[in-house]
């Protein structure tokens, strides 16, 4: 069965309440994990113009520190997760934030590499040294880029991925996701942009073992990523939809069912 990811992010708006509100949808919803992102303040960032914000105008810096959780807050996030059942990591951003998260990492599954890491040699070689099972996102990457990054893993799972927000239909090119296959061998799954469900469930079918896409309260709200995310009833539909697809996927070997043979000796 396809590992389904929830992924949160930033979409709480740095809000407690938030948080809490989307780790019941993913989990009320039937998901795997919730997924965040992890930043170090001051570590490497990108110094942007000013934002306009709920907050009022911000310069970059302080807009993206409103939107970073709290070491405390994530303390309440692997009690509240290990409590009701669902797993939860992070996407990392920097070395400071991977040495942070290793203090969870004996009781997580996982770490998320983002594809606008994947150049980042010093953190991919950081990742692959240490007991982490990497998930490396690729979008907006070369074959090469790709190569390269799984050269310093170990044994990751690829996320073809179209870094687009939010991307239209005929952008997503699902059928990398058997080219990523064929090409490595390795596990690939599928991070979606996109609006809607029946995109993200055809993956499953290309055969999608890890599946992600963002998640909200509402869609209106808010936050870059908020348009292209799923809310709580698309979430639901979508965790169905792929689990009826892969009970209609069967074993691919050819039977004669039971049923088959009673049909066919009534037709005689």
């Not at 070369?142 to 990054?149: L, W």
């Amino acid at each position: 069965m396809a590992y389904i990811i929830a992924e949160i992010g930033q979409n709480h708006n740095g809000d407690m309440d938030n948080v809490k509100k989307l780790i019941d949808v993913a989990y009320n919803a039937g998901c795997d994990a919730v997924k965040f992102q992890k930043r170090t303040m001051g570590f490497g960032f990108y110094k942007g113009s000013e934002r306009e914000t709920p907050w009022g105008v911000l310069p970059y810096e302080q807009y993206r520190e409103r939107l970073e959780l709290s070491l405390d807050a994530y303390d309440w996030i692997d009690g509240y997760c290990n409590d009701i059942g669902i797993d939860w990591f992070c996407s990392i951003w920097d070395i400071p934030a991977l040495d942070w998260y290793e203090k969870y990492f004996s009781h997580l599954d996982y770490i998320k590499i983002p594809s606008a890491k994947i150049h980042d040699e010093p953190l991919l070689k950081e990742i692959g040294e240490r007991d982490f099972k990497p998930i490396l996102s690729t979008g907006g990457s070369t074959y090469d880029d790709i190569t390269k990054a799984i050269s310093h893993l170990k044994d990751p799972i690829l996320m073809h991925c179209i870094s687009v927000y939010p991307c239209p239909n005929n952008k997503l090119n699902l059928k990398m996701i058997q080219t990523l296959q064929r090409r490595y061998g390795l596990p690939v799954g599928y991070s979606g942009h996109e609006v809607g469900v029946p995109t993200t469930v055809s993956a499953v079918a290309l055969g999608a073992t890890v599946v992600e896409r963002h998640i909200t309260l509402d869609r209106t709200m808010w936050g870059t990523d908020q348009s292209a995310s799923l809310e709580p009833h698309g979430l639901e539909k979508l965790v169905k939809d792929i689990r009826t697809i892969e009970t209609a996927l069967g074993t691919g070997r050819r039977e004669i069912l039971p049923e088959e043979q009673k049909k066919i000796e009534s037709l005689k």
